[in-house]
């Protein structure tokens, strides 16, 4: 579960969609999160799902989660240049011994929004 | 408002010095985290701590040190032997692991070296 895999670079037009990727390896993953980094800035949680979903929606933000391939994906309607930020990918291994609360990210996405 | 605090947000340390990096939350969270982030790079978890007084080593615990002798408080030490120190760290919580406990992020701070 230590293995979470991110294409580096995204860059789309505003007013388009984004879609942003991410493999896991993790079958036993309980949760998946995305987080947004802005320049010079900590992590902001955005959104989360449990591994018994298959997709949420929270207004723009729509995750899509397919287990059987370990693949994860962000898409963000509207796309604006607020939002051209590194968006981590994040699994946590659950209850799992001495690992309790870890949470396992890969290396972000850079999104540019081009207006 | 509750939350994570980091500082100072920008460090510079010489050579041979050991430099301490606060961190403090007021969230109640049981468990906190310090992790290193270099460009390009995802973050990499350096130590973290479940309950007071207790602390367990990440991936690149080496020169660096921790301590957790108060709930709200997690300080890191980079140490003279951290040969390769400049990095942007970062720092943060969450409750009692088990379900859904995201983590909550400081800002930053960014080390650098003299």
């Known amino acids: 579960g230590e293995d979470v895999e991110q294409s580096l670079f995204l860059s789309v037009r505003e007013g388009d969609s984004s879609v942003i990727n991410c493999t896991y390896t993790d079958s036993s993953s309980t949760y998946l999160y995305w987080y947004k980094q802005e320049p010079g800035a900590g992590l902001q949680l955005l959104t989360y799902i449990f591994s018994n979903m298959d997709m949420k929606q929270d207004q723009r933000l729509t995750v899509l989660l397919n287990k059987k391939d370990k693949h994860l994906s962000l898409r963000i309607a509207d796309t604006q240049t607020g939002d051209s930020a590194i968006y981590f990918c994040a699994e946590s291994m659950g209850a799992r011994g001495s690992t309790l609360g870890r949470l396992y990210f890969g290396r972000g996405t850079q999104l540019t929004v081009w207006p | 408002d509750g939350g994570i605090t980091q500082s100072p947000k920008y460090l510079f340390r010489k050579e041979g010095q050991n430099v301490t990096l606060s961190c403090e939350q007021n969230?109640?969270?049981?468990?906190m985290y310090w992790y290193r982030q270099d460009p390009g790079q995802g973050l990499r978890l350096i130590y973290y701590s479940q309950i007071v007084n207790d602390f367990q080593k990440g991936d690149i615990a080496e020169g660096y040190s921790v301590s957790r002798e108060k709930k709200e408080s997690f300080p890191l030490t980079v140490t003279s032997a951290q040969k390769n120190p400049t990095a942007f760290y970062l720092c943060?919580?969450?409750?009692?692991?088990?379900?859904?406990?995201?983590?909550?992020f400081g800002d930053g701070t960014r080390l650098s070296i003299l």
């Open positions: 969230l109640n969270h049981d468990a």
């Open positions: 943060a919580s969450s409750p009692l692991p088990g379900g859904n406990q995201p983590q909550h």
